[in-house]
């Protein structure tokens, strides 16, 4: 089936360390985004990337990376700049433009 | 920038009752507006969607909503709702080419037995 698959479901961070977060779609789509999700806040866009080789910081990108050098593949590194990273963490997929975003389930971050 | 606003952070109602979430967004020349619902642990699963059209949009569930540009809103309604219907519920639009979703804060709703 086609869809988008989050690895791990749950990461753990120890202080200081760097994590990366694995999102991989096979729906051909162009377009890749990471969301955070805070209780009672809604998604937060950090990174987004329209097209191979080309990504744009989103609204809290700091303390965040980001890589696209397959069209499946948007992993999201979080790095040890990020002081606050215990959060759910979206990544996203669409088509054309106005379409609508396709999710995978999901990894949650917390700090050892 | 396109901004979304989700008037009821909770809503709470008994089983087989009749619901409204309501949602407002920033006026825009063209938008386009989506009704997602998050389950516990679980990412986000498109209810409907309106793009252009027929003001009254039916989507998955049981779940309509109906497009006013007049009051910018996009109100989710379903007549009766069950148990499972108990989840999170997020209202997101875009404005003219972008890709990128705003996303309201959410309403968690809770359907009692």
């Known amino acids: 089936d086609g869809g988008i698959t989050q690895s791990p479901k749950y990461l753990f961070r120890k202080e200081g360390q760097n994590v990366t977060l694995s999102c991989e779609q096979n729906?051909?789509?162009?377009?890749m985004y990471w969301y955070r999700q805070d209780p009672g806040q809604g998604l937060r866009l950090i990174y987004y990337?329209?097209?191979?080789?080309?990504?744009q910081k989103g609204d809290i990108a700091e303390g965040y990376s980001v890589s696209r050098e397959k069209k499946e593949s948007f992993p999201l590194t979080v790095t040890s700049a990020q002081k606050n990273p215990t959060a759910f963490y979206l990544c996203?997929?669409?088509?054309?433009?106005?379409?609508?975003?396709?999710f995978g389930d999901g990894t949650r971050l917390s700090i050892l | 920038a396109q901004s979304v606003t989700q008037l009821d952070s909770q809503v709470p109602v008994f089983e087989e009752a009749p619901v409204e979430l309501r949602c407002n967004y920033s006026s825009s020349v063209s938008v386009y507006l989506f009704w997602y619902v998050q389950y516990p642990n679980q990412g986000l699963q498109l209810l409907l969607k309106?793009?252009?059209?027929?003001?009254l949009v039916k989507g998955i569930n049981g779940f309509e909503a109906e497009f006013n540009k007049s009051q910018t809103s996009f109100h989710l309604r379903k007549p009766s709702v069950h148990i499972s219907d108990t989840a999170e519920y997020f209202c997101a639009a875009s404005s003219g080419s972008a890709r990128q979703l705003t996303f309201g804060s959410g309403t968690q709703l809770t359907v009692l037995p």
């Open positions: 729906l051909n789509h162009d377009a």
């Open positions: 309106y793009l252009s059209g027929s003001t």
């Open positions: 996203a997929s669409s088509g054309a433009p106005n379409q609508p975003q396709h």
């Open positions: 990337s329209q097209i191979v080789n080309d990504f």
